[in-house]
Nanobody
Framework: QVQLVESGGGLVQFGGSLRLSCAVS???????ILWWYRQAPGKEREWVA????????TYADSVKGRFTISRDNAKNTVYLQMNSLQFEDTAVYYC???????????????WGQGTQVTVSS
């Protein structure tokens, strides 16, 4: 099994910053793509950002220019640096990993438990 553990969530002021971390552990050969999603109460889950194994990044329009996704392959960890936080950013944030169990290009996706981010005035 593969486990993802998120940390860094909490309460932050409007306009402030927060950095989320997600560490991947367990049995796997490699991690291809790492994702951040979020879900606010009463709303659908929303894709936020993803990063490829070689460091290529892609962002949702809602966070572009404010959020930065990065990864440390040596630590099997993905980060989400969130700046200029807005009330609309309040949500449970989830990380996900597309993982290979062996060198074959077969991926399985695993999810973390989520961490709450609340933006207050």
């Amino acid at each position: 099994q593969v486990q993802l553990v998120e940390s860094g969530g909490g309460l932050v002021q409007f306009g402030g910053s927060l950095r989320l971390s997600c560490a991947v552990s367990g049995s796997f050969f490699s991690i291809d793509i790492l994702w951040w999603y979020r879900q606010a109460p009463g709303k659908e889950r929303e894709w936020v950002a993803y990063i490829t194994s070689d460091g290529g990044t892609t962002y949702a329009d809602s966070v572009k220019g404010r959020f930065t996704i990065s990864r440390d392959n040596a630590k099997n960890t993905v980060y989400l640096q969130m700046n200029s936080l807005q009330f609309e950013d309040t949500a449970v944030y989830y990380c996900a990993a597309d993982v290979r169990s062996d060198p074959r290009p077969i991926l399985k996706e695993y999810w973390g438990q989520g961490t709450q981010v609340t933006v207050s005035s």
